[in-house]
C-alpha cells in the first residue's frame, strides 16, 4: 500500500495526513472485497524494514493502527471477517498487541472472509524463521532432515493455513515485490497501478480483479494447443 506520503506532500500536507487517507483506502478496499466475494486480503501494513523511519512517523503509523483496529472492530463483527496476522508481533507495542490478539480471539471463528494483517513483517525473515524453526527440530531429535518437504516448510510459515495469494496488487507506480510474501508469491500474479494508496478504491480494485481474471494461469506447465 504505498504512496501515502507523496500523496500528502502533493496537497502540502504532514504525512500523517497521508497514513490518515491511507486508512480510509483500506475500508474502501474491505469493502470492495466484499463486494466482489474476495475471501482473503492480507494488507501490508507495516514491514520490518519500517522500523528504520524517523521516530515521530512511527510512533504516528502505531497510533493509526490502534485506532483502526479499534474503529474496524465492529465491521468485523458485523459482516464476520476473522482478523489474523503474519510477522513479529512481538516487536509492536504492548498494547496494540493485546488489541489483535482481542480481535483476533472474537472473530476466530468468524467464515466470511479474513483479514490478513502483515505487521513487522518481511519475508526473508519469515522463511528465515521457518528454517531456524526446523533446524532445531532435527536437532532436538523431533524431525529428520528427509522429511522436509515444500508443504512441511510452508506449514512453518507465519501464513501456514492460509492460501498463497492468487494476485498481488503494488500501488504508487513502484514494481517490486518488496520482501513482501517470497514464499508464498511462488505463482501469484502481479498488477500495477501508478495510482497511490489513498486514492485507491473499489474502482482500481475491479479493474485488478478483472486484468486478473483474464490471465491464464499455468503454473510452469505447457501452453496446450
Known sequence: ??????????????????????????RRTLQGCRNLGIKYLTLYAFSSENWRRPKDEIQQLMQLLRQFLQERRQDLHKHRIRLLTIGELTALPSEIQDDLRAAMEESRNYDQGTLILALSYGGRREITRAARDFAEEVAAGKARPEELDEQAFASRLDTAGIPDPDLIIRTSGEQRLSNFLLWQASYSELW???????????????????????????YGAREQG
Open 1 to 26: 500500500m504505498d504512496g501515502n506520503g507523496r500523496w500528502a506532500e502533493q496537497r502540502g500536507l504532514d504525512r500523517s495526513e497521508g497514513h490518515r487517507a491511507g486508512a480510509e483506502a483500506v
Open 192 to 218: 500495477f497501478t501508478n495510482v497511490l494508496w489513498p486514492d485507491f478504491g473499489k474502482d482500481e480494485l475491479r479493474d485488478a480483479v478483472e486484468d486478473y481474471k483474464r490471465r491464464h494461469r499455468r
